[in-house]
């Protein structure tokens, strides 16, 4: 929506001056280049910010100049409004930013209608060019091969991903000793990130630190702050009391952290709720809703009319080392498909959830 309201109040100018960037010029800088085939990925619009041939016809807010042929603009922004199919546009992709090969008028219709995201054809140029922006990027490239997280973890200094790359193997070794099983690096990864990275960047958000270096994000407050306190055990002191919130080593931080109360760190999520829709054997029905209810795990069970028998909620405690589906999986099979009179179930897991305080009980 802000991008609609942005578009709508800003003026357009035809004077040869003002176009989106070229997807050549910026080529040309880059040297050697090796090209990277992703397949149809979500885009997000605000990042793309050229085209390969067609610039001059699209202003820098990527509206149509008058060279553009309006019908056909018109039959776009109607298709899109309509809920049409259209085919993904296709995009070369510089580090960040991104270029329209084919597919302007939709990504200017898109950009229009307020939309924050596109569908979208993707090829990578990798850029052999020895620069610290370069380096940077291919870097945080790797991590996120790496390790599957989420694309959250920003840094701004070269050599940092790699560090936190160490510190997620010797927090697998950690865990391989803790549990006596072979840890994966991507499940490594998954724990680190939930139970150490989210909650030391949540202490540093909250406590403002980064009022104290605008220049710097979260993400590298916490590599600072996670190498001098437990790498250097240095006595440094951050002047908001983090020095007493959190022990001196990663490990005791992590103990910590799963000891505190949701409330406290909400972005770390215990638990996990999911919906078992259930077909019994009808003589059975009763017994099999009393046998339900006797599950510390089932909060809620209910007699229902229609295509299934039963419907039971059940809320279970999330275990960072494995998937919600296989914790979710474990539970149906080993608990709820074996009592007897159960023929059938399906498991809905939900995604965003909203429960008014006054219903809940």
């Known amino acids: 929506m802000k991008n609609f309201f942005k578009n709508l109040f800003s003026s357009s100018t035809d004077d040869g001056t003002d176009h ?48 553009v042929s309006e019908k056909r603009y018109r039959d776009i922004k109607r298709a899109m409004r309509e809920g049409t199919y259209l085919p993904p546009v296709k995009l070369y992709q510089i580090r960040n930013d991104y270029y329209v090969l084919d597919g302007n008028h939709r990504v200017s219709a898109a950009k229009e209608l307020g939309r924050d995201d596109i569908q979208a054809k993707v090829i990578e140029l990798l850029s052999s060019k020895n620069t ?10 790797n991590f996120y091969e790496k390790t599957k997280l989420p694309n959250k973890v920003e840094l701004t200094e070269v050599g940092k991903y790699i560090f936190l790359e ?31 990275y989210i909650p030391l960047t949540t202490i540093i958000n909250n406590g403002k630190l980064n009022n104290y270096f605008p220049n710097r994000s979260a993400g590298d407050l916490y590599t600072y702050i996670a190498y001098h306190h437990w790498e250097r055990t240095s006595g440094r002191r951050y002047g908001i009391g983090i020095d007493r919130l959190i022990p001196r080593s990663m490990e005791a931080f992590r103990t910590a952290m799963l000891e505190k109360s949701t409330p406290d760190y909400p972005e770390m999520k215990r638990t996990i709720s999911a919906f078992i829709m ?8 009763v ?26 909620k059940i809320v279970l405690r999330r275990d960072f080392l494995a998937s919600d589906a296989e914790i979710i999986g474990e539970f149906v099979e ?28």
């Open 287 to 312: 017994k099999i809703i009393d046998k339900l209810f006797r599950l510390d795990e089932v909060q809620e069970v209910h007699s229902v009319h229609g295509t299934i028998d039963v419907l039971a």
């Open 132 to 141: 610290m922006e370069n380096l940077l990027y291919i870097e945080k490239k």
């Open 166 to 196: 160490k510190q997620i193997e010797k927090h697998g070794n950690h865990l391989r000793n803790i549990s006596g099983k072979e840890i994966p690096f991507i499940k490594a990864a998954d724990d680190w990130y939930n139970t150490i």
């Open 20 to 67: 989106v960037s070229s997807f050549n010029e910026q080529q040309e800088k880059e040297e050697d280049v090796q090209f990277i085939e992703h397949g149809v990925k979500t885009i997000e619009l605000s990042k793309i910010i050229g085209s390969v041939g067609k610039y001059y016809d699209f202003d820098s807010q990527f509206r149509p100049k008058k060279s």
């Open 278 to 285: 259930i077909d019994t054997q009808s003589a059975a029905e």
């Open 334 to 361: 080993q608990k709820i498909r074996r009592i007897k009179g159960i023929t059938r179930t399906q498991t809905i897991i939900p995604g965003a959830s909203k429960v008014k305080e006054r219903f809940m009980v």
